[in-house]
């Protein structure tokens, strides 16, 4: 099935690392994504990882993919007020191509405390 | 080019009315998509264009709702006989085919059935 679970709110000190967690139910899924939403802001693609990798760094961001156990996760290192936001992780769902369908979790609401 | 553009911001309504929102993709972006985002959750997806046709919809889009994209460029959504679970931000993104993993979204129209 389709499915995108994540927490609903992490707060960290600034200058911590936060780390947003993602599970997602079918393995055969083919792309992975996480999309950032500033209020009031469009959605934002921060990073995409494809299924046969299971890392990928991008500056302060990290993505790790867990294929066996079906689990994603964002890495902000020296998390800033500005990295406040609310974070998706989505996938495109087998049988689809990269640029089409996307599936979103329900979003994690990161707030940074000083 | 200044990204993903959609009309009306906000649309308030009472029930059984019709609404219609617009969406300007990016320029020779060949792909458009519709999503709802209701308070709280990630977007769920509507449907998908590439070019003019209407490549897939959800079943989440019952028979009140119908989407265009008669010359391949800017779409419309139509909602017949509106109900107050309408009531919701419809997002619009776009892509390129050709290397697309990212879709670029749209501000979104919030509409608030009465």
């Known amino acids: 099935g389709e499915d995108v679970e994540q927490s609903l709110f992490l707060s960290v000190r600034e200058g911590d690392s936060s780390v947003i967690n993602c599970t997602y139910t079918?393995?055969?899924?083919?792309?992975l994504y996480w999309y950032k939403q500033e209020p009031g802001a469009g959605l934002q693609l921060l990073t995409y990882?494809?299924?046969?990798?299971d890392m990928k760094q991008d500056q302060r961001l990290t993505v790790l993919l867990n294929k066996k156990d079906k689990h994603l996760s964002l890495r902000i290192a020296d998390t800033q007020t500005g990295d406040s936001a609310i974070y998706f992780c989505?996938?495109?769902?087998?049988?689809?191509?990269?640029?089409?369908?996307?599936?979103f979790g329900s979003g994690t609401r990161l707030s940074i405390r000083p | 080019d200044t990204g993903v553009s959609q009309d009306p911001r906000h649309k308030i309504t009472k029930r059984g009315q019709n609404v219609t929102f617009r969406c300007d993709p990016i320029?020779?972006?060949?792909?458009l998509y519709w999503y709802r985002q209701t308070l709280g959750q990630g977007p769920e997806f509507l449907t998908y264009?590439?070019?003019?046709?209407?490549?897939?919809k959800s079943r989440l889009l019952s028979d009140r709702f119908s989407a265009e994209r008669p010359k391949g460029s800017f779409s419309t959504l139509e909602i017949q006989r509106t109900e107050q679970g309408d009531s919701a931000m419809y997002l619009c993104?776009?892509?390129?085919?050709?290397?697309?993993?990212?879709?670029?979204f749209g501000p979104g129209t919030r509409l608030t059935v009465l």
């Open positions: 993104a776009s892509s390129a085919v050709a290397g697309g993993n990212e879709q670029f």
């Open positions: 264009f590439q070019n003019e046709a209407q490549l897939e």
């Open positions: 990882i494809f299924s046969n990798m």
């Open positions: 079918d393995s055969s899924s083919t792309y």
């Open positions: 989505a996938e495109t769902p087998p049988g689809y191509s990269s640029a089409s369908k996307i599936i």
């Open positions: 320029s020779e972006h060949n792909r």
